[in-house]
């Protein structure tokens, strides 16, 4: 048992976090591991803190574990524990920012969908496609290959949005 347990602390301690983030939306973030390969393996637990509060999430066998935060960043350690509840050692720390949300029409980045963002990104490009030097795909809001009314459709269906 002792074995298993160096063993398991050494393994994770070692590999602990290939891919600690990927961001979908504000707050969401995955932390991936890679397996443990012992035999009496029965699971992980991630600590995960935030704004200075820790939770405990218990994860079974996978390897992989998504979830929403409000906080600024985020740190998570991974422990590995066997079916006689021996808990392995902490692996490395891993912490990473978390992105604020933004709004994908809000296309000047002044916080709000206005009339401004049609004056600025769209009208400018107006006709433009990707062999143009004007084109921005940011730009190209309804993703048609090319800037015109439908871009400007889609951003006044989220004209207000903060």
Request: hydrophobic share 40%.
């Amino acid at each position: 048992m002792d074995k298993l347990i160096k063993s398991m602390a050494f393994f994770i301690g070692f590999i602990l976090f290939y891919a600690l983030m990927s961001f979908a939306m504000a707050g969401e973030w995955q932390a991936v591991w890679n397996a443990n390969s012992e035999d009496d393996l029965a699971g992980y637990l991630l600590d995960v803190t935030a704004d200075g509060k820790t939770t405990t999430y218990s994860v079974g066998i996978d390897t992989s574990f998504a979830f929403f935060t409000d906080g600024d960043s985020v740190c998570a350690v991974v422990y590995a524990y066997d079916y006689a509840n021996n808990k392995s050692g902490p692996s490395d720390v891993a912490c990473a920012a978390v992105e604020p949300e933004t709004n994908r029409f809000d296309l000047n980045g002044d916080g709000i969908v206005n009339r401004q963002d049609y004056l600025d990104e769209i009208r400018p490009r107006y006709g433009s496609t990707p062999e143009n030097e004007s084109y921005s795909s940011a730009s190209d809001l309804n993703g048609d290959g090319i800037i015109n009314r439908g871009d400007f459709l889609e951003l006044r269906k989220h004209y207000g949005e903060i």
